[in-house]
């Protein structure tokens, strides 16, 4: 049987996090479905079935935060037709930490000269830790994301001056 604390916490979790759509099966064929649509004004649905009347007997709606527009995502207009920018992009879908702790210095800042080498920041995904390294030397000229943020694939994260 499932509870309404367990079911609201559910719903929480699922809206903080990418993923689309969770199902959970309980005892007697009981089934819970929770699904967030992934557009602006983002709304989540829960549906159930077979469940004790004791929970609820139809859908409830949860208003959640909304979703960045694509156009919000993408870095400021910049001139990186020139061939001495290079812009680093996020490998993965992550949040974006600019430290290794939150009581450290940040890797890098800007105006900062860079390795092929140097470790940027750290992308978390899933619990794990994944360092993101330059491979290009020159100077940090622009972070587009703050620290804590979640991002893309593919999304913008710094530009650099090569030399």
Do not use: W
């Not at 600019?98 to 619990?127: H, N, R, W």
């Amino acid at each position: 049987m499932f509870k309404m604390n367990d079911i609201k916490e559910l719903i929480r979790a699922v809206d903080r996090s990418t993923i689309g759509e969770l199902t959970i099966k309980g005892e007697n064929d009981q089934q819970i479905t929770i699904s967030k649509q992934m557009n602006v004004g983002q709304v989540a649905l829960i549906e159930e079935t077979q469940v004790p009347a004791t929970i609820a007997a139809a859908p409830v709606k949860v208003e959640a935060a909304p979703v960045q527009k694509q156009e919000e995502i993408q870095a400021p207009a910049t001139d990186t037709e020139d061939t001495s920018v290079h812009k680093i992009t996020s490998p993965m879908v992550g949040t974006f930490y600019g430290a290794p702790s939150p009581d450290s210095d940040a890797y890098v800042k800007v105006g900062d000269q860079i390795k092929e080498d140097t470790v940027l920041c750290i992308v978390e995904a899933m619990k794990l830790m994944n360092e993101l390294e330059a491979e290009v030397s020159g100077e940090i000229v622009e972070i587009f994301v703050k620290n804590g943020q979640l991002v893309e694939y593919g999304q913008p994260l710094f530009l650099v001056k090569t030399a």
